[in-house]
């Protein structure tokens, strides 16, 4: 039997975002997202069963809070279910980028853990079953399990075995790159669920921002393959400021957007003018992100890093899906 495995996976920033819950324990989401896996973004997790029937889990090599341990661990119970195996788990787990402010450190993360626990627990899954268990851990987890250029499917089944993702183009199809402005490094303000749920419910504008996600989702993958960068970056601005906008029409509104989150806005929208093509996107965070192609990133990130507010930027290119090794064998999802 495997007595450690160490998993990694990439984060993934959407280009065409998931905003919106079928179904809430399941995290299937109401319209289909594409994405891009990025590094040098990613978790590793190393899980190997522990004495009792108690898990540990350490973050960064410290316990982690009773929170997330506790999220880990019902997480675990699938795989205990699944395998009939009911032993705890030493859940050691780290992330190289700021967990939880906007940079999507849950779909990496569990990403990875959903594919070493399916090695540990010995339970036998082809990629799309998968990526289908990575999504109960987070929905954007899904995509992070798959490399390059990934689509997440909807789905119509109610137990979500036809949610999952899968890469349309692999990460050397297309040269892009996202550069992440770092302006904050805190946890975010609110979560996920919580957000989609109220924008669900309490926002006018919802039913109209997932009705225009399908469509979006079929062009931005012909874009992929096409290699239509113009039509790409038009997409994925739009479904960034649509499901922005769709969140900020709510009542209490979610506002996650701040001044220099705003400003990178406008910076993409100047360099574009002055034929460099930047695209801006940003998730559940004030992280502003600009998509540009390899050629431009150098000298639009240096742009980027000299702006007022940014802390910090990321550079990022098309990265793997995520890896497993145990003591005797690797394997690597493309
Ligand atoms: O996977 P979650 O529940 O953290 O949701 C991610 C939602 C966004 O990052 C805002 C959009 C996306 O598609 O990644």
Known sequence: MTSEVKARAHAN?????????????????????????????NTETVLSFADGVDDQVLLADVPAEEKFSRRISKYLNIFR?????HRGVRVT????FPTAAGLASSASGFAALAAGAARLFDVNMDIAQLSAMARRGSG??????????????????????????????????WDLRILVGVTTTGPKEIGSTVAMERTRTESPYYNAWIKSAHGAAKEAVDAILKKDFEKLGDITEHS???????????????????????????????????GTAAYFTCDAGPQPKLLCQAKDADIIARQLRAFPGIKDVIHCAPAEGVRVETNTTTYCEK
């Open 93 to 96: 787990t780290s992330n190289n």
């Open 240 to 274: 960034a400021l649509a499901m922005h906008a769709a969140m900020m029409a709510a009542a209490p509104p979610i506002v996650f957007l701040k001044g220099t989150t705003l400003d990178v806005f406008h910076l993409a929208r100047s360099l574009r003018k002055e």
């Open 140 to 173: 954007s987890a899904a995509r992070s399990v798959c490399g390059g250029y990934v689509l997440w499917h909807r789905g119509e089944k109610n137990d979500g075995t036809d949610s999952f993702a899968e890469s349309v183009a692999p990460p050397e199809h």
């Open 81 to 85: 279910d699944l395998s009939g195996n």
């Open 13 to 41: 920033v959407a280009l065409v975002k998931y905003f919106g819950k079928r179904d809430v324990p399941l995290n299937l989401p109401a319209a289909p997202s594409v994405s891009m896996t990025l590094s040098p973004l």
